[in-house]
Each structure stands twice: as structure tokens, then as C-alpha cells.
């Protein structure tokens, strides 16, 4: 494991993040999670392919709104409020499980929320770090995110037999509201100004180092896209057959499966990612 050397300041602050991160990642593990469940169980995977198009057009709504509130609000004060209107409506969707278009309306609901609790949070952690800094920590900041995959799924799969899976959406609201916590600490440990590079008037604009590989991040992207949906598809119509729609399996199995994957993740990002990259390059 990579050792950094931080001021006591930034190292509470990479703490807090490291933090941060677990409750966001968890928040959302255990949304998708549980919407999955109970959607796979009153639903048939037919209709997942109306969810792949309706989920990135409502997120796309979701993002211009929250820009035109983001350009009028201080961030210290939007992200927890953020987090907490969240659980609020992860309550109410718990307070209204039963009517079949709910299950639909979860499934969008949880994937504007993962879009804005990780943007939210990546936000914040690019303001606390220089750039030098950033690329000495947060690697250790995102293994928060593998760390609660591990440790959350974990716990959902021993837990979901005794309170079922519909209650499981409280510890969905649960880590939001401790996402909202963190958020308010951390604004209140101070943030000094990141210097920026700047640039004589007249001189000439000069693209930064490796710019030209975002040329192929587009395609990049739509091909992930596909990929992702298309076997997103496959499983889950797979596992809605072999558990028969029985979600607290369905729960205890994707429990499972995200500490396998997460502990796979975790060993990569630690001993293969910076390896790699050392030697081959971007």
C-alpha cells in the first residue's frame, strides 16, 4: 500500500473523504441493490429495456437542473441538502412500496441519486488536493468505495433474511444522511485556494499532456455503454429465472457477488493499477 506524506489538516481531510466515499458508495450499492430485488419480483426482465432508456434521459433532466441550482447555491450547503432531500425520497419511496409503478420509479430514482452523490463527491475531493497531492491520495480515497462493496454487501447478505428486503431501503437512507454529515464536517474544516496555472495575455493556448487521448474517450464511453446495459440485461433476466423472483436470494446473491468483485477490485487497484500504469503509461 502506498504511503502518503500529508500535513495533519489534509490528512483529516482524506480521512474524512476516504469516509465520505464509503457511505456514498454504500448508499448506492445497496439502492441498486434492493431496487433490482424488487423490481426483478414484481416485474418481468422485459421490461428493464424501457428503464435503459428512461434512467440516462431523467438523470440528463436531473444534471441541468442541479447546474442551474449549483451556479446559485454554495456547494457547503447544497451537497448535504442534496444528500438529505435524497433520503427523504428513498423514505417516501419505502412509505409507498406496493403500487406497481413505484418499482419503476425506484429504479430511475436510484440512478439520478448515484449520479449526484459520486459527482457530488469527486467535486469536493478535487477542491481539497493540489494536483500533486491528488495523484498521492486518492487512490487510498477511492478504496473506500471497494472497501464498503466488501463490507456492505457482506452485511446485507446476513441481514436480509431476517428484515426482508423492503426495509433494507432505510440503510439506503441511512448512509445518505451520514453522506450529509460528512459533507457538513468537511466544509467545515477549511479549504485553501488550489493554485492555478495561468497564462500570459496573448500567449498561445497549449493543450496539456495526453489531451489527444480524449479524443477516443467518446466512442470509449458509448462502447462501455453498451457493453454494461447488454450484460446488465443478460444477468439480471439470468437471475430473476434462478431465483424464481425470490428477493431476499436475490439480495444475499448480489451481496455475495459485490465481496467478490470488490476484493478482486481492491487487489488490482493496489498492487496491479500503479504498477501498470508506472510502466506503461496512460
Same mark, same amino acid.
Request: hydrophobic share 60%; proline share 7%; aromatic share 8%.
Given at each position: 500500500m +502506498?504511503?502518503?506524506?500529508?500535513? +495533519?489538516?489534509?490528512?483529516?481531510?482524506?480521512?474524512?473523504?476516504f469516509a465520505w466515499n464509503f457511505a456514498a458508495v454504500a448508499s448506492i450499492f445497496v439502492g441498486?441493490?434492493?431496487? #433490482? &430485488?424488487?423490481?426483478l419480483a414484481h416485474e418481468s426482465p422485459a421490461n428493464l429495456p424501457y428503464l435503459y432508456i428512461a434512467s440516462p434521459l431523467v438523470v440528463t433532466l436531473v444534471g441541468l437542473a442541479y447546474g442551474r441550482l449549483a451556479d446559485r447555491a454554495r456547494r457547503e450547503r447544497l451537497? =448535504?441538502?442534496?444528500?438529505?432531500?435524497? &433520503?427523504?425520497?428513498?423514505? &417516501?419511496?419505502?412509505?409507498?412500496?406496493? =403500487?406497481?409503478?413505484i418499482y419503476y420509479a425506484l429504479y430511475v430514482g436510484v440512478e439520478c441519486m448515484s449520479a449526484l452523490v459520486i459527482m457530488q463527491f469527486w467535486l469536493t475531493a478535487g477542491e481539497r488536493f493540489a494536483p500533486r497531492e491528488a495523484k498521492r491520495v486518492f487512490g487510498l480515497i477511492a478504496a473506500g468505495g471497494n472497501v464498503a462493496n466488501i463490507v456492505v454487501g457482506l452485511a446485507l447478505s446476513s441481514v436480509v433474511a431476517r428484515t426482508g428486503a423492503e426495509d433494507l431501503l432505510l440503510v439506503c437512507m441511512g448512509f445518505l444522511m451520514v453522506v450529509a454529515t460528512l459533507a457538513v464536517v468537511l466544509g467545515g474544516s477549511g479549504r485553501p485556494p488550489t493554485p492555478r496555472p495561468t497564462r500570459r495575455p496573448g500567449a498561445p493556448a497549449q493543450a496539456p499532456p495526453g489531451s489527444s487521448h480524449l479524443r477516443a474517450l467518446a466512442p470509449m464511453i458509448v462502447c462501455m455503454?453498451?457493453?454494461?446495459?447488454?450484460? #446488465?440485461f443478460q444477468f439480471k433476466t439470468i437471475a430473476t429465472a434462478a431465483y424464481d423472483g425470490d428477493r431476499v436470494a436475490m439480495v444475499r446473491f448480489f451481496g455475495y457477488l459485490s465481496v467478490g468483485t470488490g476484493g478482486v477490485a481492491l487487489l488490482i487497484q493496489f498492487f496491479v493499477t500503479g504498477r501498470l500504469l508506472e510502466r506503461l503509461g496512460v
Open positions: +502506498p504511503t502518503v506524506a500529508l500535513g +495533519p489538516g489534509k490528512r483529516r481531510q482524506a480521512v474524512l473523504l441498486r441493490t434492493i431496487r #433490482d &430485488a424488487l423490481f451537497v =448535504p441538502g442534496t444528500a438529505l432531500v435524497l &433520503a427523504g425520497l428513498v423514505f &417516501a419511496a419505502w412509505l409507498g412500496l406496493g =403500487p406497481r409503478w455503454v453498451l457493453a454494461v446495459t447488454l450484460l #446488465d
